[in-house]
């Protein structure tokens, strides 16, 4: 069964911080590299980091310094630290594999306003 839960998203000023989390079950995380996709409005979704089971990790280069991702295998969970929050980070933000499954969670929606 495909689940993937993100929670952690709202509304914060420009240059604030969020933590985003997102719970999958076992069979979408164990053994995959995981990523976290955001998507606003008129664009297409995009992948903004991703870890290997390993560890290492990767970003675009939109976020590349202020966002970090990371995992808790214990947990079947992926975590999204961002931090120095721009106007343009607004979006909803997805989990899900790299590359995706066709089954994506309800995202949870990241506003960053004044």
């Known amino acids: 069964q495909v689940q993937l839960v993100e929670s952690g998203g709202g509304l914060v000023q420009p240059g604030g911080s969020l933590r985003l989390s997102c719970a999958a079950s076992?069979?979408?995380?164990?053994?995959?590299?995981m990523g976290w996709y955001r998507q606003a409005p008129g664009n297409q979704r995009e992948l903004v980091a991703r870890i290997t089971v390993g560890g290492s990790t990767n970003y675009a280069d939109s976020v590349k310094g202020r966002f970090t991702i990371s995992r808790d295998s214990a947990k079947n969970t992926v975590y999204l630290q961002m931090n120095s929050l721009k106007p343009e980070d607004t979006a909803v933000y997805y989990c899900?594999?790299?590359?995706?499954?066709?089954?994506w969670g309800q995202g949870t929606q990241v506003t960053v306003s004044s």
């Open positions: 899900n594999r790299d590359p995706p499954l066709d089954s």
């Open positions: 076992r069979n979408i995380f164990r053994f995959y590299v």
